[in-house]
């Protein structure tokens, strides 16, 4: 039995590219500090460059992004809101 070949890996801006072994494609993802991965490209890319370039288009994706609007202060939390009871 034949030994699967390791992945080439390197970490570009934060994001870990590495090459899928099985479909020779590129691929991104970004771990947390816990190690779990949060996001990945959900495609493969034929080349190194190219992956690198789908990270650079989700990095100034999330750079164009408008911050998230912080609710009043004292406003109550709408997610820690009891559900009303059912009719």
């Known amino acids: 039995m034949r030994a699967m ?3 080439e890996t390197f970490i570009y801006r934060g994001f870990e590219c590495y090459r899928n072994v099985a479909s020779g ?3 991104w993802r970004r771990q947390a500090e816990n190690n779990r991965i949060v996001a990945n490209g ?3 890319w034929a080349s190194k460059s190219a ?3 789908a990270v650079d288009t989700v990095i100034e994706l999330i750079e164009a992004s408008p911050p998230p ?3 009043p202060l004292g406003a109550e939390d709408p997610l820690a809101a009891e559900p009303p ?3």
């Open 69 to 71: 609007e912080e609710p």
């Open 42 to 44: 959900g495609e493969g």
């Open 51 to 53: 992956v690198m370039g």
């Open 85 to 87: 009871p059912p009719s």
């Open 25 to 27: 494609e590129w691929r």
């Open 5 to 7: 070949p390791e992945p």
